[in-house]
């Protein structure tokens, strides 16, 4: 008896081993593999013969050459001008002693809680044709161009001051690592304020600096929204066309390959940063490092211009949430017209969100998508980390660097690969047609999420102590039980915040979204994007103000969940 | 009680543990020593079923145990770490292995306050997060954990090494009382030497997969049987060609200048002492070279025809050696360890 309850429950165990081996390799070739090895053969395999007519397409299409010109450009002027506002951010957050700190650093934290879609937004609602500050000018100077905030002078702007967030966040880590007791040092030795700076601080930080460096040059090369809202006609992006060629049947193969540039630019770029990774991080040798303290700078003119510098750039990244807040209270009149006045102030904006659902669906829609993906992936990658975490051999390997292939790949080039894929019926989804559906957004939200997912559960799962689990095992107790009671309750904490990252990144993501959303579902990016088109009503300005702030507490919130009660 | 017969142990080509063969007794508190890498973890861990040997079989009062699954063979261990639960209370910690048991409730109950009683947990601190509890609280709830299961066994994993030196030597006068209290037999890992001959009854040294000795700690120390045990153990002086030379002269030959000879610190001694018969001891003369004081002694380096032999002295008061001095240096000739050049075993006595 005892003997064929063992044996059942072995085969049980090898069958669902069997079951989620399947169900893995479906997953990945259905999504992550096949769509994108699809694009590159509906782009270079025409009648079954290879043929190179896209590329000729491409060159002959003065737009999308010019848009490759400008992609490039862009990303190279981010990296100097990005740098050089987030190595300052960080160094007056963190190294020199400047009056107010506390006050600035909520201003140059701000484009952790409002980013994309919605923060070019509000740039535009400030600088933009009727802008607040536009207006301003315009009263000022008579005859003042209103329509100053467009082309590459503008996207520069507005996209310097919004990815400043991967300096605030990883910069800021890696400068409070710096050891103090080095700094000292160098002081003994006579060495100058900026000499430090230059010689001993930027050194130790060069790996961390390389590295955003990387990842600003690819938000460069891939920047959709701010290109789009205030861009204009003479300067558009990769992005921007690839959606504009996607558009049309006829063009959808410039589109393709517009996104294989972008994707092998990505990779290449991945692969330099990995392999510099690899090989070129310092090592600190101290065993004893002491924190860093602040260091007053002793030279009274730089130390003036330094604070000078600190405060205006506060009000450049204050300004938008600010005015954004306070026209959220206020009504169309003065959201039309950009002016202030006390009497128009309202609550009415809030009152129609909360009350009429066609106001509040977008935010539904969202919330739903943002939702489900973040709870699907967190399920689909846990199970991953525990199969990586119990098992280590080829086929582990491979579905490890199957689930990171997103990573690789612009986002574009994957909805890309979806829609040409799945656009008709295909035996691998049981012949249903994904392209258009309401399961097209969520599934590509999943796709997305996986890599850096897949990386924090991973990290969380390895640093468990694995004598937990000798020890459950020591005391009777089975894999299953030992997962549910021991190891699922430890890595409980980071699995949500991971979680409530996700859900928080895609609430109002546009740049995957324009390009597979179900039109009769429109996510709340669409709807704040389309609320900076010229002939947008007033009504949906004051609900993308109201949208704005609404995402900015969520943000806040969730940011506060997942980093703030830790530092306690 | 327990018994490795031809045990071998390979991890792919590495093999870990080599032709085993051991035996533990009932009661007994036994100890595998040795440096890291040299097997002993390994060897416990097959005995808790974690490793499988590849040669071999391993008994348990008798019953072969070396196919066994974990949590069938009654082997409870302490970890390291302790691996405590750290998302369960200390309660919920002891009483989880009956948990899996699917024991009674009240039954549990009642063996867990039991047991928390005999290791002297208090009724607050079984409510208590496991990291609030401090070192030797938490040592006790493993213990507690893992004898709450009633084992034939208790085998425990370098569990003081990661603690402070003054915590380690309460908690190990600690861990000697409840191994006597439970009269349960307890298989000990460690690297540490002096843990090893305060704690054991027995101990086996192990060297590259291979026990070098088994016996009591006085054993283990003062009749080393092989080199590496001798050096492994305790600090010790090689005496040197131009001493053994002057040995031989002294006792009249027996001594090979290129076998190894070897006497520890606490056996040299500067002053002619009452116990010793004449005949058997050696006088040497040596300068002070340098002297390291550590409080409770002061560890002496003379130089002794060229060679540098030394010793330890209490700090009893009695007149210190000043560095440059020439002393008297008696050596008994007992005291003296001799192995062969390849094969090493001892020839003293």
Redo the contacts between chains.
């Keep these: 008896m005892q003997w064929i309850n063992k044996w059942k429950g072995a085969a049980s165990t090898k069958l669902a081993g069997l079951l989620i081996a399947l169900f893995f390799a479906w997953f990945i070739v259905s999504f992550l593999i096949y769509p994108n090895v699809n694009l590159l053969k509906t782009t270079f395999i025409i009648d079954g013969s290879l043929s190179l007519e896209a590329v000729n397409k491409l060159v002959s299409s003065s737009r999308a050459v010019q848009s490759l010109i400008n992609s490039f450009l862009l990303a190279v002027s981010l990296v100097m001008t990005v740098n050089i506002v987030g190595i300052f951010l960080v160094l007056v957050m963190n190294y020199f002693d400047i009056k107010g700190i506390r006050v600035l650093s909520l201003g140059y934290y701000t484009t952790l809680i409002y980013s994309g879609v919605v923060l070019v937004a509000g740039y535009k609602f400030l600088y933009g044709e009727q802008g607040f500050l536009t207006n301003l000018l315009a009263g000022i100077f008579p005859g003042f161009d209103t329509g100053w905030f467009t082309g590459y002078g503008a996207v520069l702007f507005v996209m310097t001051f919004a990815i400043t967030s991967n300096h605030v966040i990883f910069l800021s880590n890696a400068i409070k690592k710096v050891d103090y007791q080095t700094i000292e040092a160098a002081k003994s030795m006579g060495a100058s304020d900026f000499y430090i700076i230059r010689r001993v601080v930027l050194p130790a930080l060069k790996p961390t600096i390389f590295a955003v460096t990387i990842l600003i040059f690819l938000i460069g090369l891939s920047a959709t929204s701010a290109p789009l809202i205030v861009g204009g006609q003479e300067f558009q992006t990769i992005n921007p066309m690839i959606l504009t060629f996607a558009k049309s049947v006829t063009s959808r193969d410039i589109a393709a390959i517009l996104s294989i540039v972008l994707g092998i630019a990505t990779m290449v770029l991945l692969m330099f940063m990995q392999r510099m990774e690899n090989n070129g991080n310092f090592i600190s040798v101290s065993k004893v490092k002491s924190t860093i303290k602040k260091q007053k700078i002793e030279n009274k003119w730089a130390n003036a211009l330094v604070h000078i510098a600190a405060y205006l750039l506060f009000v450049i990244y204050a300004l938008p949430v600010v005015l954004i807040i306070i026209f959220s209270f206020t009504d169309t009149f003065s959201i039309e017209n950009a002016t202030l006045a006390l009497d128009h102030f309202t609550l009415d904006n809030y009152l129609l969100l909360f009350t009429d659902f066609s106001a509040f669906r977008p935010y539904f829609i969202s919330i739903a998508y943002s939702a489900a993906s973040a709870f699907i992936v967190v399920m689909i990658t846990l199970l991953v980390s525990r199969i990586l975490q119990r098992h280590k051999n080829i086929y582990t390997q491979l579905l490890e660097y199957s689930m990171m292939i997103p990573w690789l790949l612009p986002s574009t080039l994957i909805a890309l690969g979806l829609i040409l894929t799945y656009d008709k019926p295909n035996s691998l989804l049981g012949n249903q047609v994904l392209t258009g559906s309401v399961w097209m957004l969520l599934v590509a939200y999943i796709i997305v999420q996986l890599p850096f997912t897949l990386r924090m559960l991973k990290a969380a799962f390895f640093t468990i102590d694995h004598s937990l689990e000798e020890a459950a095992k020591n005391l009777g107790a089975s894999s299953m039980y030992t997962f549910r009671r021991i190891l699922l309750p430890v890595i409980l904490p980071s699995t949500l915040a991971v979680m409530v990252l996700n859900f928080n990144n895609m609430l109002a993501d546009y740049d995957l979204t324009v390009f597979l959303f179900q039109p009769l579902l429109e996510p709340l990016g669409i709807v704040i994007k389309s609320s900076t088109d010229p002939q947008a009503s007033t009504d949906a300005k004051a609900l993308m103000l109201v949208y704005s702030v609404v995402l900015m507490v969520i943000s806040s919130v969730a940011l506060y969940f997942v980093y703030g009660r830790k530092s306690k | 009680m327990i018994e490795f017969k031809n045990v071998q142990i390979n991890y792919g080509d590495f093999v870990a543990v080599k032709n085993l063969n051991l035996n533990v007794r009932e009661r007994e508190f036994f100890t595998l020593l040795g440096p890291s890498g040299c097997g002993k973890t390994t060897t416990l861990r097959s005995l808790?079923g974690?490793v499988h040997p590849s040669q071999g079989e391993i008994f348990l009062n008798g019953e072969n145990i070396t196919s066994l699954p974990?949590?069938k063979r009654e082997?409870?261990?302490v970890?390291?770490?302790y691996?405590?639960?750290?998302?369960?209370d200390v309660y919920e910690n002891i009483a989880?292995?009956l948990k899996?048991?699917k024991v009674p409730k009240q039954e549990i109950d009642r063996e867990v306050r039991d047991m928390a009683a005999k290791v002297d947990l208090s009724e607050e601190q079984l409510k208590k997060k496991v990291s609030e509890l401090s070192g030797g609280q938490q040592q006790r709830v493993a213990i507690a954990?893992a004898l709450v299961?009633k084992p034939r066994i208790l085998v425990l994993d370098e569990p003081l090494s990661n603690l402070d030196a003054r915590l380690r030597v309460q908690l190990r006068r600690e861990l000697k009382n409840l191994q006597k209290q439970f009269g349960i037999t307890a298989i000990y890992v460690t690297h540490d030497q002096e843990e090893a001959l305060t704690l054991s009854d027995r101990i086996a040294v192990f060297n590259k997969g291979v026990v070098e000795q088994v016996g009591t700690p006085k054993e283990i120390y003062s009749h080393s049987e092989t080199e590496f045990v001798c050096n492994f153990i305790g600090d010790i002086n090689r005496l040197e060609t131009p001493v053994v030379k002057e040995l031989n002269e002294q006792m009249g030959g027996g001594y090979l200048e290129h076998d190894r000879h070897y006497v520890r610190m606490e056996r040299v001694h500067t002053r002619q002492w009452q116990g010793g018969k004449e005949a058997s001891v050696l006088k040497l003369t040596g300068r002070v070279e340098d002297a390291e004081f550590y409080g409770v002694y002061t560890k002496y380096s003379f130089l002794v025809n060229g060679t540098v032999i030394k010793n330890i002295e209490r700090e009893d008061g009695r007149a210190p050696h000043n560095i440059g001095d020439e002393v008297d240096i008696y050596i008994d000739i007992h005291d003296v360890m001799t192995y062969r050049e390849r094969h090493s075993y001892a020839v003293d006595q």
């Design positions: 808790v974690f974990v949590e082997v409870s261990m970890f390291q770490s691996a405590l639960f750290p998302t369960l989880f292995g899996v048991k954990r299961l």
